[in-house]
C-alpha cells in the first residue's frame, strides 16, 4: 500500500517531466515545427526596402512577444517557489482522514511559493510586509492547498474589506507611489479608521515583517479550519509551519540597504540553498481544539484577528517539509501556479470565518483573469497528480481532448459516468455543522475587542524587539503628511500601551496621549523571536582576505566554519586568486564593489592586509556597518589591528582571540546568536 502512494513523490516530477524541454543543440523551428533559415533580418522587398506582410516567422515571433505577460497578482505579486516534499511523523487518524497524513512512509510533494504581499512582481524583497506563504501538496486524493502568510492573524474580520485594505496599502492612484511599502496615509488613515488592524499591525511594524530569509520565518494558516476522522468527529485546528533554522529577522536599515544592494536577496539566498544542497525544512504544527471548546476563550476562535497563544492551546508537531529542487522555469510554475484555500481534501474542511468563506470565492475568480480562462488546472504546475475527471468541457486553452459524446450528467450513454462516489469511496462530503440565523450585514459581539492580543503582543516582546517596533512606527508615520491621520495612528495606539506610543508621537511631532494603555499584563513567550532555536547552519560569512595572507591561521578557520555549517565567502580587493606567505591560494568570491556588508550574517577580517591602505579602508568601512547592523564581527590574531582601527569596540559579539581554534569557535557562537542586541551603540 505504501510503495504504491510513494510513487506520488516522484509521480508529480514525472508529470511536470512531460512538459520540460531544452532547446539545447535543436534546430530553431516556428511553432509549426517549420525549420528556420535566417533569424536576424526580416523578409524585406530589397536590402534597403519596406518590411513585407508576408513574413510569417517575424509575425509569429513578434506576435507571441507581445503577448508574453499575464497580469501579475493583484496581492503577492512579488513570489519566488520551488519544490518539495512532505512526511508526517505518525499518523493522523485520530484527527482526520486525510490519506497524505496517514501513514509515516508516504512522501508527499509540495510546491510552495513564498511573497511578499504589497509591491510589484519587479519590487524589492526586503520591504517591509507580511510574507505569503502558499504551500500546494500533491495529494493522491487530490491538491490541498495551505495558502497562509508568516503573520498568524489579518488586518480585518470580513472577506468584504479586503478590496479596501489593499486599495488603501497599494501605491496611492494619483502618483502611483510609494512602491511596496505601508509607509504612506491611505494606508494609515485605513489603520485608523479601521481599527481591527490594530493586532496585525502590531505584527507588521515588529521585526517579522523583515525577514532574514524565507527559511528562517514562521508560516500560519491564520483561519481557522476543521479537521474531521474516519468517524466524523472534527476538531478546530490552527495550521503552523515552523523553521527548523528558527526565526530570524533583518534589522530595518539594513533591509533598506539590501533593497538597493540586491532587490533579489530573498529568492537569492532559496535559490542557492536549494543549489548548495542547504534543503529549507519546515515542521508542520498543530493547535487543535475540540469542538465543544469553542467558546472557552476571551475570544471568538473564528476571528481571524486572533491568535490562540500557545500556552493556552500547544502546537503538536506532526511531520515535516523540505524544499529539495528548484524550479526550471519561472513563469511556467512559480507565476502560473493557482492556489486556492477552498483546494481541500477529505478530512479537512472549512471554519465560519467571514474571512475564510470570502477567499473561498476570490481564488477561483482572480486566476480566472489572470490564468486567462477555466482551463487553469490543466497547466502542469497545477495539475493533481491523481486522475481528474468530470462534465467539464472547452474553454480558452483547454487541453485534454474528452472523448466521447457524453458530457452531461446523468446519463445512461456512458453508464451514468464519471461517477459520483461515497464518502467511503472517498468522496468529499462537506462537514455537517449545524446553521441557522437571521441574514444580518453586522459584525458578530464577540469580534469586538480589537485591542486584548495588540497588548498581549506588546507584552511578549523583548526590549530590542520592543525599540523596532517603536522605530518602525516613528519610521512609518514619520512618512505620513496628515498630521491627522498621524494624530488618529498614535491615539488608537494608546490602547495598547503608552509605552509604546509615547516615543511615537513624540518623534513624529504628535500629542503624546495623557492617559491609555491597555489593563492586558499577560504575555506569551512563544511570540517573542529571542526564544527562537538558533543555529549558525548556512550562515553567510564575509571574510576579508588580502595577498600574503598567513595560509595555516586562514585556512584552519575557514575548515572549522564550513564543518560548522557556515558558508564563509572571500572578500578581496579583486576577484581571481590570491596568495599565503606559504602558497596556498584562495579564490576571491566578491570585491568591495560587488559586495556589501549588508548581504552578510557576519564579517570577518583575517589577514594579509597590511600593503594596501584601499584594502583597509574598505574593510573599515564594512565592519563598521556590521557591527552597527548588531552582526558578529571578528579578527583573527593578524587581522586584529585592522578591526581595531576601523573603530568597531569590543564588545557583545566582537569576537577576537590568540588562538585559531579558539576564535574559529566562538565566532560560530556568535553566529549562531544572530545579532548581538545588547551592543552599546551610541
Ligand atoms: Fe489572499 N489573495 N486574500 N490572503 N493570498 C491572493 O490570489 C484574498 C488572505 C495569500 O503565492 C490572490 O492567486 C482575499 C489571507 C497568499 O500565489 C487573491 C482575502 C491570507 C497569496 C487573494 C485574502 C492570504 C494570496 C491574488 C480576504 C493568509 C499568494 C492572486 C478575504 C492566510 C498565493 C491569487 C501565491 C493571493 C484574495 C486574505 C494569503 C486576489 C479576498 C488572510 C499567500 O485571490
Redesign the pocket.
Known sequence: MSNERSVNVNGKQEQLEQYRASDEGQKMTTNQGLKIAEDEFSLKAGERGPTLLEDFHFREKMTHFDHERIPE????AR?F?AHGEFQVYESLREWTKARFLQDPSVKTPVFV?F?TVAGSRGSAETVRDAR???TKFYTEEGNYDL???NIPV?F?QD?IK?PDLIHALKPEPHHEMPQAASAHDTFWDFVANNQESAHMVMWAMSDRAIPRSFRMMEG????TFRLVNEQGKAHFVKFHWKPVLGVHSLVWDEAQKISGKDPDFHRRDLWESIEQGNFPEFELGLQLLPEEDEFKFDFDILD?TKIWPEEDVPVRLVGKMTLNRNVDNVFAETEQ???H?GHVVPGIDFSNDP??Q??LF??T???LI?LGGPNFHELPINRPVCPFHNNQRDGYGRQTINKGQVSYHNNSLAGNTPAVSTEAEGGYVHYQEKVEGRKVRARSESFKDHFTQAALFWNSMSFPEKQHIIQALSFELGKVRSKDVQQQVVDMFAHVSLELVTPVAEAIGAIPPASGGSPVTKASPALSQAHTVKKPMTRKVGVIVGQGFDDAEVMSVLDAWKAAGLQPEIIGEKLGQITGTNHTSLEVNHTFLTADSVLFDALCVVSGLAESPMLQKQAARFLQEAYEHYKPVGATREGRPLLEASGVESGPGVVVADQTDEFAASFVEAVAAHRHWDRKLV
Open positions: 497578482r493583484v496581492v503577492h513570489g517557489a511559493r511573497s505569503g506563504f502558499a495558502v497562509g502568510n489579518f480585518i472577506a479586503f500560519f494558516g491564520v483561519h481571524p501556479v493557482a492556489f484555500p474571512l475564510l470570502g477567499r476570490s481564488y475568480d482572480t486566476q489572470r
